[in-house]
């Protein structure tokens, strides 16, 4: 029994490494975010209203506000004021204000992020670019894909709406270091992990929830599995083989479903990552072509 625990522990943790991306459930749908930022952008913006608007999409994953949602940043030289609406280990959605202005970079994540201008005027610039600053007005939108950086400019009073997905823990590591050594604030860093880790750990959607919805659909698949190879082993296999591996059966099908369960999280992964890639290059084109 305790061998047949060790495995089904050691068959969860590849699990969750290989379809962190794929059964990682994203609370908002990206075309409801677009909508309601176009809706609020313009001189006559309410952070109210669009919190209201955020909170209709889904109550209970809107946070509370605390000490712990709004907080000063000023990582990659990005000064302003960051108000969280939710975050969680693959989904992030905040309002970013700058009320003076900056000039900065953005940092090189693991997640896509979709920028909308509310109030305000952003210019970014991809890091190898040598041509002039795009700029982004109000009502506006640009997705800054994963693995990029790009150079930003940003008027006073700006206000932009994010939503990210992707790996976040990176992210927020990135921010913390980036805090302590380009900004020599080790207070703020500490603050900004604090706040995630509170969030995460007694927020609305918390790790906790996030692992047991996890480990429920993996071994759901393996069910699945399961049931699938006892059919044809009751079916195909001969009756003297079934009387000698009898003791063993139950391992062996527990094995091979958590086998043939990883493989097929691991198919559904690489195709997710294919989509992906074949969505960042058709982007590419098209802006190549406009």
Not at 56 to 79: C, D, H, I, M, W
């Amino acid at each position: 029994m305790e061998i047949k625990k060790m495995i089904r522990n050691l068959f969860f943790v590849i699990s969750t490494l290989l379809v962190f991306y794929k059964f990682s459930e994203h609370v908002y749908r990206v075309r409801d975010i677009k909508f309601l930022s176009k809706q609020n952008a313009g001189d006559y913006f309410k952070a109210k209203d669009l919190e209201i608007d955020i909170k209709k999409l889904n109550k209970e994953a809107f946070l509370r506000e605390n000490k712990y949602t709004r907080l000063p940043t000023a990582s990659g030289g990005l000064n302003g004021i960051v108000t969280i609406y939710y975050i969680s280990l693959c989904e992030v959605l905040v309002l970013y204000q700058s009320p003076r202005g900056c000039v900065g970079f953005t940092g090189r994540d693991f997640m896509n992020t979709s920028v909308t201008t509310l109030t305000g005027e952003l210019r970014y610039a991809g890091e190898m670019s040598e041509g002039k600053m795009k700029v982004l007005s109000p009502g506006e939108l640009h997705v800054f894909r994963s693995g990029t950086r790009h150079a930003i400019e940003m008027t006073p009073n700006t206000t932009l709406l994010l939503y990210s997905r992707g790996f976040v823990p990176y992210t927020v590591l990135a921010v913390v270091y980036d805090l302590v050594q380009t900004s020599f604030d080790p207070l703020l860093a500490l603050q900004t992990f604090e706040a995630y880790a509170q969030h995460i750990t007694f927020g609305n959607k918390t790790i906790l929830d996030y692992l047991k919805k996890l480990n429920e659909k993996f071994w759901l698949v393996v069910a699945k599995t399961k049931h699938f190879i006892t059919n044809l082993y009751t079916e195909y296999c001969p009756r003297s083989i079934q009387n000698g591996v009898e003791e063993l059966y139950p391992l062996v099908v527990e094995v091979c479903s958590a086998l043939l369960a990883n493989v097929y999280a691991s198919l559904l992964y690489v195709w997710k990552v294919v989509r992906q890639f074949g969505l960042d290059l058709y982007s590419r084109v098209y802006n190549m072509s406009s």
